[in-house]
């Protein structure tokens, strides 16, 4: 609360409005210093801040424009003087020094300084702003080109692109479970490449594979992984326990006997020893009694036709020498052999005929010259 004013106080109010001066104007205020006062203090600061430049070591003098946009200021690591650079990225311009002397300058002041011939290399070229790009690897470009499975050997031919450095792996799978696997690595010469594989045992029944070619990549090529679909043949190879004589013209004509002629009975000039499935074959084995060479054809049919629904299973040529005795692999068809397939597992009867008629049948002999035997097999080897 402000004290009461005086009458005289009243007065001198009146006599300043009077004259145009504020009124707020009358109030008294602190002293304040005076203009001597004024420059000895300027004088004082001025000769500190003199003193403090005079300690420090020549700084150095940035000159860059504070009205640029668009250009970038660095200072180089390995830079033991601390100057700072400006870069224009929008040109090819050199790259121009911004300050001047020996000591770093946190901030740069304005100047029209440029220096055309200077760069961070001190050779004075165009710096570029490149970055750290990585080159963009090349594909091997892998391709399966073939690929065959046969019984247990599996075959795989492909392609690729030139000057692989690695190696190519090429592997076979025929299901899920380790057993079912198997793998080659292989180089690729010339931009191709070729392996050829044995199949594991778990896979003799299965109908379907998978062949794959894969690679890891290098320097200059990326990784890729390629696979295609192979079907297991259906006409197996033939064991090396039977001969393989193939169904020429006399066993593709051979069957539909009928009535004939009696005499000797064929068991007086061939014996048909044993018959057995192996290898998705039938091996037979005949004895010929003969002092000449038994020939004729080999036909195998299921004992009841309504068991299985094909009247054939498979058919050979037979040739055994006089009083010889020889096993020849009969290939079943690949219908018979489907036929079997769905007896896995089971004894079946089949028929096995022995036409020794070829090119005629022994004198003496009964007619037709046909050996007729049933035999039981076991449909697990059917493969």
Same mark, same amino acid.
């Given at each position: 609360?402000?004290?009461?004013?005086?009458?005289?106080?009243?007065? %001198?109010?009146?006599?300043?409005?009077?004259? *145009?001066?504020?009124?707020? /104007? !009358? =109030?008294? #205020?602190?002293? +304040?210093?005076?203009?001597?006062?004024?420059?000895?203090?300027?004088?004082?600061v001025?000769?500190?801040?003199?003193?403090?430049?005079?300690?420090?070591?020549?700084?150095?003098?940035a000159?860059?424009?504070?009205?640029?946009?668009?250009?970038?200021?660095?200072?180089?690591?390995?830079?033991?003087?601390?100057?700072?650079?400006?870069?224009?990225?929008?040109?090819?311009?050199?790259v121009?020094?911004?300050?001047s002397?020996?000591a770093?300058?946190?901030?740069?002041?304005?100047?029209?300084?440029?220096?055309?011939?200077?760069?961070?290399?001190?050779?004075?070229?165009?710096?570029?702003?490149?970055?750290t790009?990585?080159?963009?690897? %090349?594909?091997?470009?892998?391709?399966?080109? *073939?690929?065959?499975?046969? /019984? !247990? =050997?599996? #075959?795989?031919? +492909?392609?690729?692109?030139?000057g692989?450095?690695?190696?190519?792996?090429?592997a076979f799978?025929?299901?899920?479970?380790?057993g079912?696997?198997?793998?080659?690595?292989?180089?690729?010469?010339?931009?191709?490449?070729?392996?050829?594989?044995?199949?594991?045992?778990?896979?003799?029944?299965?109908?379907?594979?998978?062949?794959?070619?894969?690679?890891?990549?290098?320097?200059?090529?990326?990784?890729?992984?390629?696979?295609?679909?192979?079907?297991?043949?259906?006409?197996?190879?033939?064991?090396?326990?039977?001969?393989?004589?193939g169904?020429?013209?006399?066993?593709?004509?051979?069957?539909?006997?009928?009535g004939?002629?009696?005499?000797?009975?064929?068991t007086?000039?061939?014996?048909?020893?044993?018959?057995?499935?192996?290898?998705?074959?039938?091996?037979?084995?005949?004895?010929?009694?003969?002092?000449t060479?038994?020939?004729?054809?080999?036909?195998?049919?299921?004992?009841?036709?309504?068991?299985?629904?094909v009247?054939?299973l498979?058919?050979s040529?037979?040739?055994?020498?006089g009083?010889?005795?020889?096993?020849?692999?009969v290939?079943?068809?690949?219908?018979?052999?489907?036929a079997l397939?769905?007896?896995?597992?089971q004894?079946?009867?089949?028929?096995?005929?022995?036409?020794?008629g070829?090119?005629?049948?022994?004198?003496?002999?009964?007619?037709?010259?046909?050996?007729?035997?049933?035999?039981?097999?076991?449909?697990?080897?059917?493969?």
């Amino acid at each position: 609360m402000r004290p009461p004013r005086s009458i005289g106080d009243e007065t %001198a109010l009146e006599a300043r409005c009077a004259h *145009g001066v504020p009124a707020e /104007a !009358s =109030r008294p #205020t602190r002293p +304040g210093p005076t203009g001597g006062a004024r420059v000895v203090l300027v004088l004082a600061v001025f000769g500190s801040m003199l003193a403090l430049t005079a300690m420090r070591a020549p700084s150095a003098v940035a000159n860059l424009a504070s009205n640029r946009d668009g250009v970038a200021a660095f200072q180089r690591s390995d830079d033991a003087r601390g100057q700072i650079w400006l870069l224009d990225p929008t040109t090819n311009a050199p790259v121009v020094n911004l300050t001047s002397g020996t000591a770093p300058e946190a901030r740069p002041a304005q100047g029209p300084l440029y220096q055309p011939n200077s760069s961070p290399t001190g050779s004075g070229g165009v710096v570029r702003r490149t970055g750290t790009t990585r080159r963009r690897k %090349a594909s091997p470009r892998l391709s399966i080109r *073939g690929a065959r499975w046969d /019984a !247990s =050997r599996v #075959t795989v031919v +492909g392609e690729s692109a030139r000057g692989l450095g690695g190696r190519v792996r090429v592997a076979f799978s025929c299901g899920h479970r380790r057993g079912q696997h198997t793998q080659r690595k292989v180089r690729a010469r010339s931009g191709r490449f070729g392996a050829t594989m044995r199949a594991t045992r778990a896979c003799r029944r299965a109908r379907l594979g998978v062949v794959v070619a894969a690679y890891g990549g290098d320097r200059r090529y990326r990784g890729q992984r390629v696979s295609r679909r192979v079907r297991h043949r259906s006409s197996p190879p033939v064991l090396s326990a039977g001969a393989n004589l193939g169904c020429h013209q006399y066993c593709s004509i051979a069957g539909g006997y009928g009535g004939g002629e009696s005499g000797r009975p064929a068991t007086d000039f061939v014996r048909i020893r044993s018959a057995r499935l192996g290898g998705g074959a039938l091996l037979v084995t005949v004895a010929c009694l003969e002092r000449t060479a038994c020939r004729g054809a080999i036909l195998v049919s299921p004992a009841y036709q309504s068991d299985l629904d094909v009247m054939e299973l498979g058919r050979s040529d037979l040739v055994v020498g006089g009083q010889r005795t020889r096993t020849i692999a009969v290939p079943l068809s690949p219908r018979g052999l489907r036929a079997l397939r769905t007896r896995h597992g089971q004894r079946f009867p089949i028929d096995v005929l022995v036409d020794f008629g070829d090119p005629s049948c022994p004198p003496a002999s009964e007619r037709p010259c046909v050996l007729d035997r049933r035999v039981i097999i076991d449909t697990g080897a059917a493969g």
